[in-house]
């Protein structure tokens, strides 16, 4: 059976002339590219039997597990090329250069396959310290492109071991033509200038050396490489050329303006070019008897040959260019065929649940009480204490808070509450539970909370209680709306679903109010799984709120069970609910709430880049904040200024979803369906809702993100917000 060998990168301009050679040799070869420049440079192999292509970003190399079954041997070819393309982004270059490699080399030793050729670059040795630079002499690399290769080199050798036997050939400006063919190679680009212009540019003084190669003879140093006995090759570097074909840019040119004919050699201003190396090539030649075949001459005449035969089409087709294809790539949204911004997805919110919350719940498992009990009591004292309220009582959701709320509050049926349409459909849901109407107020467009200039037109001699809702995390006018509650002998229930560890004038969010309601939901702030609580400094309130929150009876089992509780015999004091909040959710609890302040520390740092990022970039609005506030950061939340972009909300989140984030809506107007159906309210009567509900859009924002995240949404969100500006 014929040797399997990887090849990554095969596509490629190199790649594509190895695979053939390799296949000429009788080997397997199987190709994994990402096929960015098209797959026309591999298509006539497809039928081949000893030919595979399995198309794939090196980012995800791990998402192919079986991609070295049966492999004796890895080219790994893959990688951003060309200093400018490299240049484009930096942190993509390093991780497709440096971290994807380095993810090969560990699927390399897991599956020991032990013969491991990297390409790298004589660019390593940059501004060429001393002349005729063999392996061990000094390294300078100019352009990330060669320090992204220098750093996956000394990883591979760092990296070798029993099993893994790696060897990095070194090229030299490689030339010549490929069945994937590059014009941004300096003999190439001399050549088709020269055909097309009449005219060769010798840029950065022309006065700096190149160790050319050619493309065939490249492929030879590979094969060479892989045949050679392992203890030859193994943890060796070979610079891959000929003494010979050291040349000074200016030289390069008179010898494509010797072959081409009526060619004029222009020297145009540029910057100097310190990328400058001449290279010796002894030791691939004595250690292998490697020698190379072919002189730029060679390559020219069949570049030319190639040009003028018309195979090739449009010379300035972008795919002839890295840097071009690189970029548009880059620009272009995945939802388009761009290159996704993130390998993998992004969730739009996940908890942070570490082993101390996964400790208590076992623990609360293995001591046999589930339901509520110590470790709910334990839970409701630390939230009390961390919001400064006199009460908490703990439920099932911040639903439950909201409703009991009203219910101990005595809201009920033909009364009216104030609340805001930008919120959850719990806010409102709740209201009609007790038999009462939503009364909407519109938003401030600036804040995206309720407009509390606008509450007291809408006050009636029914109106009991207003509900304001911290959107984001960020709170309310709350003097401004406690001030219209005692005027007009309101309650106040704050749906602090989004707001623990907010402040309001230097005070939390738990205390202010006649309740305040939060949510442990697992995307909150603080999770318990599902869960919430009310908060309230009125006893009578929180006794009549624990009461509804088990049925309506009086005593819970934790008292009614233990060996010293109160005699098992209960009495029903109203027909309650099933609220309360279990053992096994505050076991997360007790935790999470130890780590909330953390937890906001790390919100607000994430939040304060996309602010930086996004404040004064065209085709999204931010909100403001008030003065005298601590904003929770619970969400992100942006507005598109759609008046700018080719594409609405909807669209925009089908693109990132294709860049592979995810992001939510907080929330669609509660003007619409329900409500709008019921009591007849109007999109033109809310301006500011209608508005904004049509175009926000969350970002991903939770601590369990890493930088690396946060910088993947805003490059996402730039990239589609550019591309579709108007
Ligand atoms: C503003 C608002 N209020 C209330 C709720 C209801 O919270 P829970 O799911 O804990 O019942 C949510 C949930 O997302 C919310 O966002």
């Known amino acids: 059976m014929s040797k399997k060998i990887l090849v990554t990168g095969g596509a490629g301009y190199i790649g594509s002339v190895l695979v053939r050679d390799l296949l000429n040799k009788g080997y ?50 893959a990688g951003l090329s060309n200093d400018p393309s490299c240049d484009l982004d930096s942190y993509y270059t390093k991780k497709i250069n440096v971290d994807a490699s380095k993810k090969l080399v560990v699927m390399c030793k897991e599956k020991g396959v032990k013969r491991f050729l990297f390409s790298s670059s004589c660019s390593v040795y940059g501004t060429g310290i001393t002349t005729q630079l063999d392996e061990n002499s000094p390294k300078a690399p100019v352009s990330l492109y060669a320090k992204t290769k220098l750093e996956f080199e000394n990883i591979l050798l760092e990296m070798m071991g029993e099993n893994f036997y790696p060897t990095i050939l070194r090229n030299g400006t490689v030339f010549g033509y490929s069945p994937k063919m590059r014009f941004d190679l300096i003999v190439n680009l001399m050549t088709k200038h020269a055909i097309k212009d009449k005219k ?87 250690v292998l008897g490697y020698t190379t075949e072919f002189k730029i001459e060679d390559g020219i005449k069949e570049i030319e040959k190639n040009i003028l035969n018309g195979s090739m089409g449009d010379l300035e087709d972008i795919k ?37 919350e996964e ?50 509050l005595g809201i009920k049926l033909g009364d009216e509450v104030i609340t805001t349409p930008l919120t959850f459909a719990a806010t409102a849901n709740v209201i009609v539970h007790v038999g009462a109407k939503p009364v909407f107020v519109d938003i401030n467009k600036d804040t995206l909370n309720i407009d509390p200039k606008k509450i007291e037109e809408k006050i009636t001699s029914k109106t009991k209680a207003i509900i304001p809702v911290h959107l984001a995390g960020q709170p309310c ?28 004038k230097n005070q939390k969010i738990g205390s202010m109010s006649d309740t305040v309601c939060f949510s442990f939901y697992p995307i909150k702030n603080i999770t318990t799984g599902e869960g919430g609580a009310v908060l ?23 008292k009614r069970y233990m060996k010293d509780g109160e005699p098992s015999v209960w009495h029903l004091i109203e027909p309650g609910f099933k609220y309360n909040m279990t053992d096994l959710q505050a076991s997360l609890g007790i935790h999470q709430i130890d780590k909330l302040d953390h937890f906001l520390d790390i919100r607000k740092s994430y939040a304060n880049v996309y602010e930086k990022e996004f404040s004064n970039f065209k085709g999204i609005i931010l909100s403001k904040k008030i003065d005298d506030i601590k904003h929770a950061y619970h969400l992100f939340p942006i507005v598109l200024d759609t008046d700018e972009l080719i594409i609405n909300r909807d669209e925009f989140i089908n693109a990132m979803k294709k860049e592979n984030i995810g992001t939510g ?27 904004v509900s049509k175009r926000i859009v969350s970002l991903p924002l939770y601590p369990k993100m890493n930088v690396e995240d946060i910088r993947s949404v805003v490059d996402a969100t730039k990239k589609i917000i550019s591309y579709y500006r108007k």
């Not at 840097?323 to 996704?340: D, Q, R, S």
């Not at 006018?477 to 309001?504: S, T």
């Open 28 to 77: 397997y070869v199987r190709v994994f590219d990402s096929l960015y420049f098209g797959e026309e440079s591999l298509s006539d192999l497809k039928n081949s039997p000893n030919f595979e292509l399995i198309q794939g970003d090196m980012q995800n190399v791990d998402n192919f597990p079986n991609l070295l079954d049966g492999v004796e041997g890895v080219i790994h070819l």
């Open 200 to 286: 060769v540019f010798v840029l950065g003084g022309g006065k700096q050396w190149r160790p050319n190669v050619h493309v065939k003879d490249v492929s030879k140093a590979f094969i060479k490489c892989l045949e050679a006995p392992i203890e030859k090759v193994k943890g060796e570097v070979f610079n891959v050329g000929s003494n010979d074909l050291n040349f000074q840019v200016c030289e390069v040119a008179e010898k494509v303006g010797s072959i081409i004919n009526d060619v004029k050699i222009e020297h145009p201003p540029s910057d100097r070019d310190n990328r400058d190396y001449n290279v010796n090539f002894d030791k691939i030649n004595q």
């Open 320 to 356: 002839y260019y890295s840097i071009k294809t690189i970029k548009e790539l880059l620009n272009k949204p995945a939802i388009i065929t761009g290159k996704p911004i993130r390998s993998s997805f992004l969730p739009f919110a996940l908890p942070l649940i570490t082993e101390d």
């Open 359 to 408: 400790k208590e719940v076992l623990d609360t498992l293995r001591s046999g009480w589930l339901t509520t009990g110590p470790k709910t009591k334990i839970f409701e004292e630390k939230l009390k204490k961390y919001a400064g309220a006199k009460y908490a009582i703990a439920l099932n959701s911040c639903t439950g808070a909201l409703h009991l709320s009203l219910l101990a």
């Open 477 to 504: 006018d709350m003097d401004e709306i406690h001030r219209i509650a005692r005027k007009y002998n309101l309650k106040v229930i704050e749906d602090a679903a989004h707001a623990i560890g907010a402040e309001y």
């Open 536 to 558: 309230t400094n009125n006893e009578e309130l929180a006794e009549k709120i624990r009461i509804l929150s088990l049925h309506g009876i009086s005593s819970d089992a934790w």
């Open 665 to 691: 809506v907080h929330f669609p107007s509660l003007i619409s369906g329900y409500y709008s159906n019921t009591y007849g309210y109007k999109e033109e009567d809310f301006p500011n809702v209608t508005f």
